[in-house]
């Protein structure tokens, strides 16, 4: 098992239920991937649309964008996470701020592991999978 990392840019740094790493890890074993070097960014709306923007060519909000560095079966990755947007929609949906940022944090691992959210079913399956890894 390589290392999980978490840093804060442009935003205070706060306190998060660390038993998120223990859903990650056995989401990683299920979909029979090894797990690399993960690094979580937690940031400011400010800051992610400027990758957005930067990175990405596009010109939106967004509550996450991951830099995929997976090779073979070894999920590896950048994972940004706007706080901002993680407040907003955790209002928005009636959940609570640590349900919302576990959401995005399994999210943005899926996509390391290959799922996509471009179209409808892919959004559907992308939640089905969310909601397995959320609730053990």
């Not at 967004?62 to 994972?79: K, L, M, Q, R």
């Not at 290959?114 to 939640?127: H, I, P, R, V």
């Amino acid at each position: 098992m390589m290392a999980k990392n978490y840093f804060f840019e442009n935003i205070k740094s706060f306190s998060f239920d660390k038993k998120i790493f223990d859903k990650i890890n056995r989401m990683i074993f299920e979909e029979k991937k090894e797990e690399g070097e993960l690094s979580f960014v937690f940031c400011s709306d400010d800051y992610l649309l400027k990758m957005n923007k930067d990175y990405l060519q596009h010109d939106y909000f967004t509550d996450v964008i991951t830099f995929d560095y997976t090779e073979n079966n070894i999920i590896s990755g950048d994972i940004f996470i706007s706080i901002d947007r993680i407040k907003e929609n955790a209002k928005s949906f009636n959940v609570t701020f640590e349900e919302e940022l576990q959401r995005v944090m399994i999210h943005g691992i899926l996509h390391l592991i290959g799922y996509n959210d471009k179209t409808e079913e892919e959004q559907s399956e992308m939640t089905e999978k969310e909601n397995k890894y959320l609730n053990p």
